[in-house]
């Protein structure tokens, strides 16, 4: 809103005034952190995660309130229900290996099967319920891409990055709804945004947010060398709109000059906007550099679009995608581009990592030794 209202008034060279009603649109920024790296054989399963003592203390305190700052009943009861059914698995096996009738160790063996089954399922619902939930996860979303370092081709590697997006939200059955296209000359997209809605859309997406580099030997490349060119994605929730109306007259709108030593434009250009909420108080700073350059506002997530910034290479002389915060490699670029199965994968492994790091997080805030 404020933005909008500021670059207006530059716009008209007017400084005292106001819209007869404005509104507020409140955007929440995405939280989750990039997981450390950490290679793919590390990862545990469920069973290793169980087994680990720093898990078992906490799971420990969980069942004995006393000694819990935060009791959760529901995770309570669940990790009962565990030890019970884990209780039941050791007497079963016992009654597989020990008993002299065949037919009764036949039944045991079967049932022991489906103890194990059981217990699985147990441990992953323990584990959902240990990983804290978002509510900005349920959002829809604004995708954007904009082209990077590689003039020609890091807008030819922008427009089939889109296009893979496209096609990905069509294999997920979500709705995908473009916004803004500013193609190139020869094909390429300069930048592009599109409205992405649908079940767990922005929980997935959201991991897609940063400098994607490509290496490959570009179509305007005569001498077929190798050039390396990237291009930036940002990710952002739906924006929540709120209907507000403002008075007007509750609002002081000032420009504001530069002061100081030197410079052409000092005391010459207007180059910032201060809007005050009268009654309360409330105040709103905004340059007139941040107000023109709309990358901006997404620098913490797409950075300066350096080839050193990368989260993912696409190479295509070893037909290899690389994302390097989980450091693992997929193979057979141009299927992972058709935005089906690979790419799928990809996210899903990316989202485990995150929820990982975040249990690990949540056992050992918990736990007052933090010993693993």
Same mark, same amino acid.
């Given at each position: 809103?404020?933005?909008?209202?500021?670059?207006?008034?530059?716009?008209?060279?007017?400084?005292?005034?106001? &819209?007869?009603?404005?509104?507020?649109?409140?955007?929440?920024?995405?939280?989750?952190?990039?997981?450390?790296?950490?290679?793919?054989?590390?990862? &545990?399963?469920?069973?290793?995660?169980?087994?680990?003592?720093? *898990?078992?203390?906490?799971?420990?305190?969980?069942?004995?309130s006393e000694h819990c700052s935060r009791p959760r009943p529901q995770l309570t009861a669940l990790i009962r229900l565990l030890t019970a059914k884990e209780q039941e698995l050791r007497d079963t096996e016992r009654l597989a290996r020990?008993?002299?009738?065949?037919?009764?160790?036949?039944?045991?063996?079967?049932?022991?099967?489906?103890?194990?089954?059981?217990?699985?399922?147990?441990?992953?619902?323990?584990?959902?319920?240990?990983?804290?939930?978002?509510?900005?996860?349920?959002?829809?979303?604004?995708?954007?891409?904009?082209?990077?370092?590689?003039?020609?081709?890091?807008?030819?590697?922008?427009?089939?990055?889109?296009?893979?997006?496209?096609?990905?939200?069509?294999?997920?059955?979500?709705?995908?709804?473009? *916004?803004?296209?500013?193609?190139?000359?020869?094909?390429?997209?300069?930048?592009?945004?599109?409205?992405?809605?649908?079940?767990?859309?922005?929980?997935?997406?959201?991991?897609?947010?940063?400098?994607?580099?490509?290496?490959?030997? &570009?179509?305007?490349?005569?001498?077929?060398?190798?050039?390396?060119?990237?291009?930036?994605?940002?990710?952002?929730?739906?924006?929540?709109?709120?209907?507000?109306?403002?008075?007007?007259?509750?609002?002081?709108?000032?420009?504001?000059?530069?002061?100081?030593?030197?410079?052409?434009?000092?005391?010459?250009?207007?180059?910032?906007?201060?809007?005050?909420?009268?009654?309360?108080?409330?105040?709103?700073?905004?340059?007139?550099?941040?107000?023109?350059?709309?990358?901006?506002?997404?620098?913490?997530?797409?950075?300066?679009?350096?080839?050193?910034?990368?989260?993912?290479t696409y190479n295509f002389p070893q037909d290899r995608v690389t994302d390097h915060r989980i450091t693992r490699s997929v193979y057979h670029i141009e299927r992972f581009l058709l935005g089906e199965e690979l790419l799928d994968e990809?996210?899903?492994?990316?989202?485990?990592?995150?929820?990982?790091?975040?249990?690990?997080?949540?056992?050992?805030?918990?736990? &007052?030794?933090? *010993?693993?």
């Open positions: 809103m404020w933005r909008c209202l500021a670059r207006s008034l530059l716009r008209e060279g007017r400084r005292l005034s106001c &819209p007869s009603g404005l509104s507020v649109v409140l955007v929440r920024r995405p939280s989750w952190q990039k997981p450390a790296q950490r290679s793919l054989s590390s990862l &545990p399963d469920v069973h290793e995660l169980f087994a680990m003592p720093l *898990l078992q203390r906490f799971l420990e305190r969980q069942q004995q020990e008993d002299e009738n065949e037919d009764l160790r036949k039944l045991a063996e079967m049932e022991v099967v489906s103890c194990c089954k059981e217990i699985a399922e147990l441990k992953r619902q323990v584990v959902l319920l240990l990983i804290p939930s978002e509510e900005i996860d349920e959002s829809d979303l604004i995708l954007e891409v904009s082209a990077g370092v590689g003039g020609q081709e890091a807008m030819l590697f922008t427009a089939e990055m889109f296009d893979m997006y496209e096609h990905y939200a069509a294999y997920k059955n979500w709705s995908f709804e473009i *916004l803004e296209y500013m193609s190139s000359d020869i094909g390429g997209l300069r930048h592009a945004s599109a409205s992405i809605g649908g079940l767990e859309a922005y929980r997935r997406m959201k991991f897609e947010g940063g400098v994607h580099r490509v290496q490959r030997v &570009p179509k305007t490349e005569k001498q077929g060398r190798i050039h390396t060119s990237t291009m930036t994605v940002a990710v952002l929730p739906q924006p929540t709109e709120i209907n507000l109306t403002v008075n007007p007259k509750d609002l002081r709108i000032e420009t504001k000059r530069a002061s100081g030593a030197g410079g052409q434009h000092v005391n010459t250009t207007d180059s910032a906007v201060r809007i005050v909420h009268i009654p309360t108080v409330l105040t709103r700073y905004i340059l007139i550099g941040y107000i023109n350059s709309p990358d901006s506002v997404k620098f913490s997530e797409t950075g300066t679009k350096g080839r050193s910034e990368k989260i993912r990809l996210i899903q492994a990316l989202r485990e990592y995150a929820d990982y790091e975040t249990l690990m997080e949540v056992i050992s805030e918990s736990n &007052p030794t933090r *010993l693993s």
